[in-house]
C-alpha cells in the first residue's frame, strides 16, 4: 500500500502528533494506523457486528483513542492496545464527532429535523499529558 494514497483527509485523519494516518479496511469493520513515516499499516480494531461501518474517524488531542461511529453508537479505540469502548453518547441523528485540541469541548453534526446546542460535559476520561 502506499501511504501517498492515503493523504491526511477526513476519510484518513492524521493523528494529532503527526505519527499516524487513520483508516478504515476496505470491508468497513476494521480500524487501521498507518506510520507516516512508512511501513505497513496494522489492523488496531474489527467489528464484529454486521452493521460495521466504522466511518467518519476522529483522533483525541493525545493521539491515544481513535473515536468513530457505527449504527451501535461511537466507539474509543485505543491505538496501541487495549480493548474498545463503548462511549455514551445518546445523541440521535449523530453524523460526526471532532474532540477540540484542548480536549475538553466535542463538536458534533447531528442530522434530524430541527436544530439544537448541546453541552456535554466530563463525559471524556481524563488524559494523561502527553510525552
Not at 466511518?55 to 461511537?74: A, F, H, Q
Amino acid at each position: 500500500m502506499l501511504l501517498e494514497a492515503l493523504l491526511p483527509t477526513p476519510n484518513a485523519p492524521l493523528s494529532p502528533d503527526g505519527r499516524w494516518l487513520a483508516f478504515v479496511s476496505e470491508d468497513w469493520k476494521g480500524l487501521k494506523l498507518a506510520p507516516v513515516e512508512g511501513g505497513e499499516p496494522r489492523e488496531v480494531f474489527r467489528s464484529e457486528s454486521k452493521d460495521a461501518f466504522l466511518w467518519p474517524l476522529s483522533w483525541t488531542p493525545d493521539s491515544r483513542y481513535v473515536l468513530c461511529l457505527n449504527k451501535e453508537g461511537v466507539w474509543r479505540i485505543p491505538a496501541f492496545g487495549g480493548e474498545a469502548r463503548k462511549l455514551a453518547i445518546p445523541v440521535k441523528g449523530l453524523r460526526e464527532l471532532r474532540v477540540h485540541p484542548d480536549g475538553k469541548r466535542v463538536a458534533m453534526w447531528v442530522e434530524e429535523p430541527g436544530s439544537e446546542i448541546w453541552v456535554l460535559e466530563n463525559f471524556l476520561p481524563r488524559m494523561a499529558a502527553a510525552r
